[in-house]
Nanobody
Framework: QVQLVESGGGLVQSGGSLRLSCETS????????IAWFRQVPGKQREGVSC????????YYANSVEGRFAISRDAAKNTVYLQMNDLLPEDTATYYC????????????????????????WGTGPPVTVSS
């Protein structure tokens, strides 16, 4: 059974940093891509960052470009989201997600397109950035 378990959320002041971790287990295959999303109650889920293992590329939403960095430690089965220069508008619940089938990272982080339907999601650590 595929599981994604996130950790690292919390409360931080504006300008601070947090690192989220997403430990994966139960995969009998190497996923093509894995992404981080965030959601605020009452708003649409937003793709934040995506790591395409197949393309060996990373993708970011414009809102976090230059401040967030996604990375992967395959030996630890863990994907990270380093978040720097955090802003109050980064406050949200963050989820890592992937799928058995390849999915396009550029669509996952596009605000103009609905996010791809992925079949594996973590439970989401909350991140609160105070001003």
């Amino acid at each position: 059974q595929v599981q994604l378990v996130e950790s690292g959320g919390g409360l931080v002041q504006s300008g601070g940093s947090l690192r989220l971790s997403c430990e994966t287990s139960g995969f009998t295959y190497d996923y093509y891509a894995i992404a981080w999303f965030r959601q605020v109650p009452g708003k649409q889920r937003e793709g934040v960052s995506c790591l395409s293992v197949g393309e060996e590329k990373t993708y970011y939403a414009n809102s976090v470009e230059g401040r967030f960095a996604i990375s992967r430690d395959a030996a630890k089965n863990t994907v990270y989201l380093q978040m720097n220069d955090l802003l109050p508008e980064d406050t949200a619940t963050y989820y890592c997600a992937t799928d058995r089938s390849p999915f396009p990272c550029h669509i996952a982080v596009s605000p103009a397109l609905p996010p791809p339907a992925l079949n594996s999601w973590g439970t989401g650590p909350p991140v609160t950035v105070s001003s």
